[in-house]
């Protein structure tokens, strides 16, 4: 018998299709107790690389170290809507749904907003309420992005008191919350985009298979056996070409390593490539996240539930990013 090789493509990202949306389905929550939003949306900027001193059980622990940070930019998130929802035998149905009865400026251009508010909705149907959400619109105009489209995306509010949620949600509904009213440095967020899109690619790229020899009688990068004749069937495991690319992904544990305004901070010498000023408070995470720059990431806080650890940060790295 011949070598084996190794299976090519991870099966743990099945299917690899394009995502439905920009802005990306949540598939679960972890209620962490705290009364607050359990997600935010930002932008993501770049990438540059802090210097701080290691406070994990490693070999390098009170050493420091160099470590890849992103920079992303999170403008003002304005609270729209508040949903409540009741335990059904077929999990969770809508009850009632109250609006603000303001938006912000380009709101018009992803739904028609309201411009009624009826608050005594909530307190009817908060004795059925089993999870209290709410609709967050961003404010991209606020940022560096140039664009004037927000996004919308849904939250669950944390803790195990309806009515506490419903008196907090009532509290912020029509206003702006800003990162430090939702998380602090720190805490671990999961970061769920789409990410980079590569369009329809064949075997060598999209799973690393190797290339024929070069006398082959066919082309040298095409997969080889697609399974046996009597099958009747190609297997799903089988590499085969298709979309490479703007695929929804979730990045787990990313560590906020720092929240701030100024963003001479972290500007490199030659800017970040591909993306504006930074005008809007923004977060340094710990490592990469899904997806190019100015992509929308949901930052949800993390299901693992680690313990919140504020990092000690020396020196932030201003280095070209060019090349």
């Known amino acids: 018998m011949g070598k084996r090789s ?8 099945w299917h690899r299709r394009r995502a439905k949306r920009m802005v990306p389905r949540v598939a679960g929550w972890a209620n962490h107790g705290k009364v607050l939003p359990e997600a935010l949306l930002g932008y993501k900027v770049g990438m540059t690389s802090v210097l701080y001193s290691d406070d994990s059980d490693s070999p390098t622990k009170g050493q420091d170290i160099v470590a890849p940070v992103t920079v992303i930019e999170v403008p003002p998130l304005f609270v729209y809507s508040i949903t409540l929802l009741g335990n059904t035998p077929l999990g969770l149905k809508v009850l009632t749904e109250v609006t603000a009865s303001t938006s912000p400026k380009n709101a018009n251009r992803i739904i028609t907003p309201s411009k009624k508010s009826d608050l005594s909705k909530l307190d009817k149907f908060a004795s059925q309420a ?13 940022t560096g992005l140039g664009k004037k489209t927000p ?3 849904e939250t669950p509010i944390g803790g195990a008191d309806a009515k506490a949620k419903i008196e907090y949600a009532k509290g912020i509904l029509g206003k702006e919350l800003g990162i430090t009213d939702i998380i602090s440095e720190g805490e671990y967020l999961d970061a769920i985009a789409v990410t980079t899109g590569k369009g329809w690619q064949g075997v060598v790229k999209r799973y690393g298979v190797a290339l024929n020899t070069h006398k082959s009688t066919k082309a040298r990068r095409h997969g ?19 979309q490479m690319g703007f695929h929804r992904r979730v990045d787990k544990a990313k560590r906020v ?3 701030s305004q100024d963003a001479k901070a972290v500007l490199p010498v030659d800017g970040f490539i591909h993306y504006g000023m930074i005008k ?8 990469s996240v899904p997806g190019p720059a100015k992509r ?20 932030i790295s201003k280095e070209s990013k060019q090349g």
Not at 229 to 234: D, P, S, Y
């Open 6 to 13: 190794t299976k090519r493509g991870s099966q743990a990202v």
């Open 280 to 287: 809007s408070p923004y977060i340094l995470i710990d490592g």
């Open 257 to 259: 390593m720092m929240i």
């Open 130 to 142: 089993a999870d209290v959400r709410i609709k967050m619109i961003s404010i991209p105009e606020k």
């Open 224 to 242: 080889g056996s697609i399974g046996p004749e009597t099958q009747a069937k190609v297997m799903y495991t089988i590499p085969r070409p298709g």
């Open 151 to 153: 996004e919308i995306f």
């Open 296 to 315: 929308a990431i949901i930052l949800r806080k993390s299901v693992l539930g680690r313990t919140t650890k504020k990092p000690v940060i020396k020196e």
